[in-house]
């Protein structure tokens, strides 16, 4: 059965990790990209709140109204899960960046408090309830993935061979049917990210 083209996406969604914010260096260049080049594209990058439960609520309402044909979604680490969920939620196209196959189980370890990454003065407090609701978002991601196949075109990944915090062959199952792009020297922030952006790009088709 033949698949008509994808249509150009007019709008985009970045979400960043756990620990991390709007100004990590990832999403700083894919903003500044779409800036310069695709100033017509409605760019949306939020400060995801600390709770699961909330930061779907936030993903859902920033992208309703949002044609669903037109939108792509990006997400880095735990963002890469939650945008996972926002792809089946809305059935919009992914991009995942080391995404996190499992941060129920991973996260477990990581109730308290913690510095954000790009400003050690600013405080996250992840709770033990958080793992209740990213086990909730882990099984509508079960419940909803058997009905939208997984492809090349609907999905695109980049996962790090030598990523420190997550197991690759567990990010290469989750991404499993995308279009998937190995790194063999990568680190979990994909430090050399700007050697790959042309490579996103071409997967996210923005409109000009």
């Known amino acids: 059965m ?3 083209p994808r249509l150009p996406v007019t709008h985009l969604l970045y979400l960043h990790g756990f620990r991390s914010s709007p100004q ?3 999403a700083l260049l894919v903003a500044e990209r779409v800036r310069s080049l695709h100033p017509g594209v409605v760019w949306c990058c939020p400060q995801l709140p600390p709770s699961p439960r909330e930061a779907a609520q936030l993903m859902r ?4 109204g949002w044609p669903t ?3 792509a979604v990006i997400g880095s680490s735990l963002g890469g899960f939650y945008a996972r969920w926002l792809s089946l939620q809305r059935g919009c196209v992914a991009a995942l960046l080391n995404p996190a196959p499992f941060p129920q189980r991973d996260l477990a370890k990581y109730i ?3 510095p954000v990454w790009q400003n050690p003065d600013e405080h996250i407090f992840f709770r033990a309830e958080f793992v209740g609701e990213l086990e909730a978002l882990a099984g509508d991601i079960h419940r909803l993935a058997p009905a939208q196949p997984v492809t090349p075109e609907r999905l695109f990944a980049l996962i790090s061979e030598k990523d420190e915090v997550l197991d690759w062959r567990e990010m290469l199952a989750f991404c499993a049917g995308g279009s998937i792009h190995r790194l ?3 680190d979990h922030a994909i430090a050399d990210f700007d050697r790959h952006i042309e490579r996103l790009f071409g997967f996210l088709r923005l409109a000009t």
Do not use: F, I, Q, V
Request: charged share 35%; net charge negative; hydrophobic share 15%.
């Open 69 to 71: 044909d037109r939108m």
């Open 184 to 186: 063999p020297e990568g």
């Open 24 to 26: 990590s260096a990832k």
């Open 112 to 114: 308290g408090e913690h």
């Open 61 to 64: 309402r920033l992208t309703d």
């Open 2 to 4: 033949h698949t008509p």
